[in-house]
Nanobody
């Protein structure tokens, strides 16, 4: 299993970023996918999740109405569109799949929201 995130960077408050995560080594279209984030000194937290077909999504209360998770199973890719970014969204963002009782993680992509 390999997960590769991209799209992070430095953005001003109120700005937008779109994260991507390309999956390989497993039947991507058969698995729910998740985005987590971890800020310095804090525990990793679940940000958003999407089912295998993309028909059902869930979000942390802190990002509802601002973030949108989506997927393209033809491209084996899951996305996280982040709008109205706040300084408290600053974190390393990780893609995740739970397969055969094992959590698999990407390397993470840094998102920094600062003026």
């Amino acid at each position: 299993v390999q997960l590769v995130e991209s799209g992070g960077g430095l953005v001003q408050p109120g700005g937008s970023l779109r994260l991507s995560c390309a999956g390989s080594g497993f039947p991507f279209s058969s698995y729910s996918m998740r985005w987590y984030r971890q800020a310095p000194g804090k525990e990793r937290e679940l940000v958003a999740a999407i089912d295998s077909a993309g028909g059902s999504t869930n979000y942390a209360d802190s990002v509802k109405g601002r973030f949108t998770i989506s997927r393209d199973n033809a491209k084996n890719t899951v996305y996280l569109q982040m709008n109205s970014l706040k300084p408290e969204d600053t974190a390393v963002y990780y893609c995740n799949v739970f397969r055969w009782s094992v959590h698999y993680w990407g390397q993470g992509t840094q998102v920094t929201v600062s003026s």
